[in-house]
């Protein structure tokens, strides 16, 4: 509680290393917030101004926090293979409307190991013809991975974009077994 008898916000975050490199994960009292692909000192600087000002509070390292420990214990058994889905509490704080109605979708709706396409991820939330829509609710996604926009992909079978590069898409995929492992 802080002087105003309120309970004080507290973002928590740490850096895990992954197949796809080192990811930021960041949680808050209501669950993890925010996953932030290539958490290099740049970019993890970055994330962590966004996140202070999207959310009042100065985020704090802390690797041995409850908040976190059972999000990163669930990270590290997915890129392990032993994970096909994640059982956490989510903050959906930093996402709203029609993009956070699309994220919640794809999180429940869209299982390990399947695709969808963007179009039909706007059908089952009811704006057929709002495949573009669902590309920016997946640009807008603060939880990758965890909420798999991986999985969302072009009618025609083109990967699509990705906030993570192609490359990390590619791999994620792959390591669902969706396509290929790459060659070399």
């Not at 975050?13 to 992954?18: D, F, Q, R, T």
């Not at 994620?172 to 060659?183: Q, S």
Request: charged share 20%.
């Amino acid at each position: 509680m802080d002087s105003h008898g309120q309970d004080e916000q507290r973002v928590v975050w740490a850096v895990v290393g992954s197949g796809i490199g080192p990811l930021m994960l960041a949680a808050t009292r209501e669950g993890l917030v925010n996953v932030v692909f290539h958490a290099t000192d740049t970019v993890r600087e970055r994330a962590l101004e966004r996140l202070a000002s999207r959310l009042g509070t100065e985020p704090v390292e802390d690797l041995d926090s409850p908040l976190l420990a059972e999000a990163i214990q669930q990270v590290q058994a997915y890129f392990e293979g032993e994970r096909h889905d994640f059982d956490l509490p989510l903050d959906w704080s930093l996402i709203s409307g029609f993009n956070r109605q699309v994220l919640r979708e794809l999180a429940t709706g869209v299982p390990y190991g399947t695709v969808v396409g963007y179009g039909d991820l706007a059908g089952r939330v009811g704006q057929p013809g709002g495949a573009q829509a669902v590309g920016a609710a997946m640009g807008a996604n603060p939880l990758p991975v965890v909420v798999p926009c991986h999985r969302v992909v072009e009618s025609d079978g083109g990967l699509g974009g990705f906030g993570g590069g192609l490359e990390t898409k590619r791999k994620l995929l792959a390591l669902e077994g969706v396509l290929p492992e790459p060659l070399f």
